[in-house]
């Protein structure tokens, strides 16, 4: 069911930092930062040849990586995002098969326009999971 890797998300604790990191001594592209406000995030993407890292800072008060970087000072890997072709047919799929779906189990808009969800790290190898119809 599920595609391509679209992105690894590692949540930062200085995205001008990590910015600097992956573009001068990784040697990769990285996307000018943008705000935003309704995930509670600020967010640059590095372009690998094979899929995305989404650089992810903390913004505003109730931000839902802000309890992460609290236990992770230094940042750290936060999500792994999987393609699908339809989220709704997706998510009913891993509904029946006893994946919890966070939030209220409708879809939202995510960092790429297209519509998101997030699984319950624990029903995937404590692995956080977000899957995205392209
Ligand atoms: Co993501």
């Given at each position: ?11 930062v ?61 230094d940042g ?59």
């Amino acid at each position: 069911m599920i595609g391509k890797l679209n992105h690894v998300a590692i949540v930062v604790p200085d995205l001008d930092r990590a910015m600097t990191t992956y573009r001068d001594a990784l040697g990769a592209t990285v996307s000018e930062p943008i705000d935003l406000p309704e995930h509670g995030v600020r967010v640059a993407f590095v372009e690998l040849p094979n899929t995305k890292i989404e650089l992810l800072l903390p913004l505003g008060e109730n931000s839902p990586v802000a309890k992460f970087l609290e236990r992770n000072v230094d940042g750290g890997m936060h999500h792994l995002c999987y393609e699908v072709d339809d989220i709704i047919t997706a998510r009913d799929k891993l509904v029946a098969a006893g994946a919890r779906v966070l939030g209220n189990g409708e879809p939202k808009i995510g960092a790429h326009g297209k519509p998101v969800l997030f699984l319950h790290p624990k029903d995937f190898c404590g692995t956080l999971v977000e899957i995205e119809q392209v």
